[in-house]
């Protein structure tokens, strides 16, 4: 709540607030009904005309409806909401890095031209926790559906009992490529990533190349709109605790 009081209260600006389901919605607005902050909640039973009035109070009003209360399962994807507003809150973890993204394009569009600031909230041991944790666990069935003799050159060490992939480097794309093994001296050793790193550097490099996609990908909820309806402003994501 401090970064959204600071933000309404010093700073005058509007946030975006994405949950999952309608009892955090609710639980949400009313946290922030309680502290006299004017918010409004974009759910699933409002009729269409209702919604685009909500909407259109939002992106034009400055001094009305200060936070808007969004489902990451509704809202989030089809609505230009960047004209007023560059903060985002994740209240919840997204079950995808799809909709992850596409709730952040709601702000981070052509037109938008100040940093887009999105605050990722965790709790330690929380079922927050552990649907991040279920996440990363779907990604690892995909991961090792690609593992081959031909990317990977996978080796037994005899003496300690382990399996050994090489050595890989990061690319400067965020990209990874194996080194041989009587190449590993041209590279700098800070970005040569070895066997025990590698799973985690894998995950990391999906993650990132999912997040490229979907930006590269975003337009395509507005035919209509300019070819490139990402904006070019700078992201900034922090993670609350």
Not at 120 to 147: C, H, R, W
Not at 182 to 192: G, T
Not at 213 to 219: A, G, T
Request: with cysteine.
């Amino acid at each position: 709540m401090p970064n959204i009081r600071d933000e309404i209260l010093l700073y005058g600006e509007k946030s975006i607030i994405w949950t999952l389901n309608p009892g955090e919605q609710l639980f949400v607005a009313a946290a922030l009904a309680l502290c006299n902050i004017d918010v409004r909640v974009l759910h699933a039973e409002l009729k269409s005309n209702e919604r685009q009035e909500m909407i259109h109070e939002f992106v034009t009003k400055p001094k009305n409806a200060m936070v808007l209360v969004c489902s990451f399962y509704i809202n989030s994807s089809g609505s230009n909401l960047q004209a007023l507003c560059r903060n985002v809150h994740l209240w919840d973890i997204p079950m995808s890095e799809a909709l992850l993204m596409q709730a952040i394009g709601r702000v981070r569009r052509l037109g938008q031209k100040r940093i887009v600031k999105v605050y990722d909230y965790t709790v330690l041991n929380s079922f927050n926790i552990k649907q991040l944790e279920n996440n990363l666990a779907k990604m690892i069935p995909g991961l090792v559906a690609e593992l081959s003799d031909e990317l990977f050159n996978i080796t037994f060490n005899q003496d300690t009992k382990e399996i050994d992939l090489g050595y890989w480097v990061r690319n400067s794309d965020g990209t990874l490529s194996p080194v041989p093994h009587n190449s590993i001296d041209r590279f700098d050793s800070e970005k040569l990533v070895q066997s025990d790193e590698l799973m985690y550097a894998l995950l990391e490099a999906m993650k990132e190349g999912s997040q490229l996609r979907m930006r590269s990908l975003c337009d395509d909820d507005y035919p209509s709109e300019s070819s490139s309806s990402v904006s070019d402003a700078p992201l900034d994501v922090s993670d609350v605790e």
